[in-house]
């Protein structure tokens, strides 16, 4: 295998390219002070003739500020390593950082401390309380960190569902609200706790391509407006176009990390 | 914010229904335990309610008070046993009575006002001092009414009146022993000495009861002694009634707590999506099982207060013909007891928020 910066043709004339760009291991290691680094995460389901190696050796890196994309077919191990790094699901081995916190050191209680502070989840779907309205969906997330005000809680609520054009729908149970309405809540609720890490799985997968768009639109503008990061798991190529990066995911192996102009044409 | 709370409120059919067949059933343990209560005091009052140590009946009278005869000597025999610190004779019979202007039967009781086996419970009024004098418990009775007890005329004038003192669910007028003695005469003329049924005796200080009871068994001829609360419970019919109406309410009980527990679970089990997305952003386990804890209480709480409510309506609407009140202790003690035990069967529910596997919220899984 090639090594790109130590290829001068190939890391000169990368981004012309329309193929495969740096492999995530090698991009991770000109990152020394991102944000997030995963480091040789492996993940087996199973055990014996059941087997299933989800997640095998990723290496990545993701810098402060960075709005990524995770893209990979269905069952290549997208859900599984976005859980690994929000402290959902524990590897098999490896290790990941968020600032200087080593998220797989972590005991169960401190991993739903980190998750309630520290990350911001957005799922495919059922994302939210079903007897919470709009509004105390997002009022909920503030009530499981201390040292947020009612009233603080209040205007950010208020805020972040004026910003996602949500201000008329904040009464409204999610029973009432369209799938858009209810994805847009839920970035709402993952960046209400001001959190470190925003991360998405397959937001657009229950919406028709225009609904997708609007939605993971809105989740840029509000990632990049606050400074957050976030990784977005999608297999539709699509969508990369929103993202400033792309990390390719194939059966548990990171392949590749492009540009998001590079992929689709 | 509250989970619990604006869970509740969003789903007031459901939680309306559960808490209304709580109340049900909360209201039936009341009302059953209460009739029972006033069933065994009405039978039994009167003797529970005696302020003695212990009683002495004849050996022929089977451990019943109503069928002991015994000399008033005996007083004196039982008053030389160690351990006996001082005794009185108590005498009672059944008689017809004119009362509040109806012929009826009541149960008289005299006592010595010196010794033990004075009655308690003492409602309004005062305890007789005179010759004549009674204090009543029931057949709706008011302090200066006369009772006059037929065959012999004697006119007791009621000076008081008693609570939960009744002998055989009749109507009971306590006199003293003169008086008892005087209306005994009256009515069987040519009696040639006028027996008593029972000696009261007190023990020493530290001295045990039962085992003073046991010594006057030994040591004079013909008669057994008790403790009060061994006599109380050989008074015939009394264990049967218990056991009944405690079948009864242990079954209503259960039954109670079986359906709260069964309730939450298949609650939590249909929320469990909600319980794994909780989980996944960051709820614990003990704050989720925080709320079901806080629901089943408010349930209970507010089912206990209708079921209060109507176990008053129906002690007061009731016409049982045995004088019925509910008692705070018992009510409090019902309803500490449906939410302990409703809270152990919530653990059913607890148990399931603490296997979720929290990872299981994301993507389509
Ligand atoms: N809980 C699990 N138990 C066993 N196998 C699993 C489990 N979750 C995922 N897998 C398997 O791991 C692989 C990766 O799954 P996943 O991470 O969900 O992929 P993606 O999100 O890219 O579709 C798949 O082969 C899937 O069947
Ligand atoms: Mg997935």
């Known amino acids: 295998m090639t090594d790109p910066a130590n290829d001068p043709v190939l890391d000169a004339t990368r981004s012309a390219l329309d193929g495969p760009g740096a492999s995530p291991a090698d991009d991770a290691a000109g990152h020394p002070s991102a944000l997030l680094h995963v480091n040789d995460v492996r993940k087996v389901y199973g055990s014996g003739h059941t087997e299933v190696v989800a997640v095998s050796d990723a290496t990545m890196a993701v810098d402060e500020g960075e709005f990524v994309a995770l893209l990979g077919p269905s069952g290549s191990g997208k859900t599984t390593l976005i859980s690994i790094i929000g402290g959902l699901l524990a590897p098999s081995s490896g290790r990941v950082t968020v600032g200087d916190v080593d998220v797989t050191a972590m005991n169960k209680k401190e991993l739903t401390a ?3 502070e520290r990350v911001g989840f957005v799922f495919q779907s059922a994302n939210l309380v079903p007897f919470l309205t709009a509004r105390e969906n997002l009022l909920f997330v503030s009530s499981l960190v201390k040292g947020i005000s009612r009233t603080q809680a209040n205007e950010r609520a208020d805020q972040l569902l004026s910003e996602l054009g949500l201000s008329a729908r904040a009464k409204n149970l999610p029973e009432q609200l369209s799938g858009g309405e209810r994805q847009r809540v839920a970035i709402g609720r993952a960046l209400m706790n001001d959190p470190d890490l925003v991360l998405v799985d397959e937001p657009t997968a229950a919406l028709d391509t225009a609904m997708g768009r609007q939605v993971v639109e809105l989740l840029r503008r509000e990632i990049k407006a606050r400074g957050k990061t976030g990784i977005m798991v999608t297999h539709d190529l699509r969508m990369v176009e929103y993202t400033d990066r792309v990390f390719e995911i194939l059966d548990g192996h990171l392949t590749h990390v492009e540009q998001p102009s590079a992929i689709g044409h | 914010m509250g989970l619990a709370g604006t869970e509740m409120r969003r789903a007031k ?14 209201f039936l343990v009341l009302l059953l335990t209460t009739l029972s209560n006033a069933l065994v005091s009405s039978l039994v009052g009167a003797l529970e309610g005696l302020q003695t140590d212990g009683v002495v009946y004849a050996d022929s009278a089977r451990d019943n008070i109503v069928a002991s005869r015994l000399p008033a000597e005996t007083t004196q025999e039982v008053a030389a046993v160690p351990g006996v610190a001082r005794t009185a004779g108590i005498g009672t019979f059944t008689s017809n009575a004119e009362l509040a202007g109806e012929l009826t039967e009541v149960q008289v009781f005299g006592y010595e006002a010196s010794g033990p086996g004075a009655p308690s419970g003492l409602d309004s009024g005062r305890l007789p001092e005179a010759p004549g004098e009674a204090a009543v418990d029931g057949g709706g009775v008011a302090i200066g009414d006369t009772v006059s007890l037929e065959p012999g005329g004697t006119e ?11 002998f055989n669910a009749l109507p009971t007028a306590y006199v003293l022993l003169d008086t008892y003695a005087a209306a005994v005469e009256a009515a069987n003329p040519g009696l040639p000495f006028v027996p ?10 530290g001295e045990d009861p039962a085992a003073v009871a046991a010594a006057v068994t030994d040591s004079v001829d013909g008669v057994t002694g008790y403790s009060l609360d061994e006599a109380v419970a050989l008074i015939p019919g009394i264990a049967s009634i218990s056991q009944s109406f405690g079948i009864l309410v242990g079954l209503t009980f259960v039954i109670g707590i079986v359906v709260i527990g069964f309730f939450f679970l298949i609650l939590t089990v249909q929320k469990m999506k909600a319980f794994t997305l909780l989980r996944a952003i960051g709820t614990s386990t003990a704050r989720l099982a925080g709320s079901v804890a806080l629901q089943i209480t408010a349930v209970v709480l507010i089912a206990s207060a209708i079921a209060l409510v109507l176990t008053l309506l129906a002690v007061q609407g009731l016409n049982t013909g045995i004088p019925v009140s509910l008692e705070p202790s018992l009510v409090i003690g019902t309803i500490v007891a449906v939410l302990v035990f409703s809270l152990a069967a919530g653990l059913l529910s607890i148990r399931r928020i603490a296997r979720i596997d929290p990872a299981t919220a994301v993507g389509a899984r």
């Open chain 1, 114 to 116: 980190f998750r309630a």
């Open chain 2, 13 to 26: 059919l459901r939680f309306g229904l559960l808490t209304g067949a709580v109340s049900l059933l909360v």
């Open chain 2, 156 to 166: 007791l004038t009621v000076v008081g009146t008693v609570r939960g003192a009744q």
């Open chain 2, 196 to 205: 008593i049924n029972a000696v009261a005796f007190d023990v020493s200080e």
